[in-house]
């Protein structure tokens, strides 16, 4: 299935999905509002106990789970979510329903404790079979988890948000990402990366600082998310630039690796390389390029494929290429490097 096919069925899941589940919670809202639930409250309570209980999440398994692929377990969280909307439509003495759902929603946390333990152990043990012929934490974590719970974009999630964590609070002390043997090139020095990174640091950190000031006066909830969302950013961009450092291009046997922080994963064969030149403020609008540049920085490198590759990026974005546009520490060695592992590269 083509990758934009697939992201536009998955698009419509959602849309269906939540479009179905919102009409069902105003239509539940209307009827416990009217003289009919009055008269006849106990079976009204039971359908709309059904409707949110049942009917959501059996739409969440058709939409989401069959057409948009994610694992069977994500259910639970619409499930409860359901549950609790049940509890605020519903006046309290007609809870009658929800207190035998409660039961089996309790049964059911207890069995996905279980499920989950069991799967977090096969997990580990996938992830440190993997990490024996690889040293990269991403690849191998994403390698892990869809080999045990499949892939989905609910994996792809986890994937980006634990490497925020790990690269956020560990990266440092962490070592560099590349195999004994392989041929690797920084991208971050020669650009001038760290100073941009700093600026950028600076200019969230006052500008945080003013807007919750400012938003605070006129809502003190809309200020708290406001700078919650400020702090994971400067979160994410400070794990960035260590997976920047951390994890740098190389060439491995027949492949070349191409690793720009958290944003931007593919592997491309060397045969599949058309030619590999130096650029300087190069611009594609072309659909099949992607600029995989640092923040800031303009791309040194333009890498032109035979065959097109996917770009992976954070939450299981995925850009089909032909084209790439990097930053390279030292472009004209990574061209004569590339050129020698690959000398078709050089002719073209």
Known sequence: MPTSSFFYKRSSSVITFFTLAIAIVCFEQFAI??????????????AVTIDLLVVVPLLWYFFMVRKARLPLVSVIPPLLICFIIASALLPAANHRWLGYFEKVIAVA??????YGVVKIRQIVRAYK????????????????????????????????????????????????????????????????????FVAILMILVTETAAMHFLIRLWSPIAAIITTVSSIYLVFFLLADFVAIVKRPVCISGEQLILRVGLRCNTEIQLTNIKHVVAVKNYKNAAKDFCNARLIGCSPNILIELYEPVIVKGLY????????????????????NSVQSACPSAANN
Do not use: C
């Open 33 to 46: 509002g009217s003289q009919q639930f009055t008269r006849a409250s106990g079976t009204f309570s039971l």
């Open 109 to 114: 946390e207890l069995g996905v404790l279980f």
């Open 129 to 196: 079979q993997s990490a024996l012929v690889r040293t990269d934490f991403i690849f191998n974590l994403t390698k892990s988890l869809e080999t045990i719970l499949g892939k989905s974009i609910l994996t792809r999630v986890i994937v980006s948000e634990i490497s925020v964590v790990r690269y956020g609070l560990m990266g440092w002390r962490s070592r560099r990402e590349v195999n004994p043997g392989q041929t690797f090139f920084t991208t971050h020095k020669s650009s001038g990366y760290a100073a941009i």
């Open 316 to 335: 299981g974005k995925e850009k089909v290429a032909l084209s790439i546009a990097i930053n390279i520490d030292a472009p004209q060695l990574f061209i």
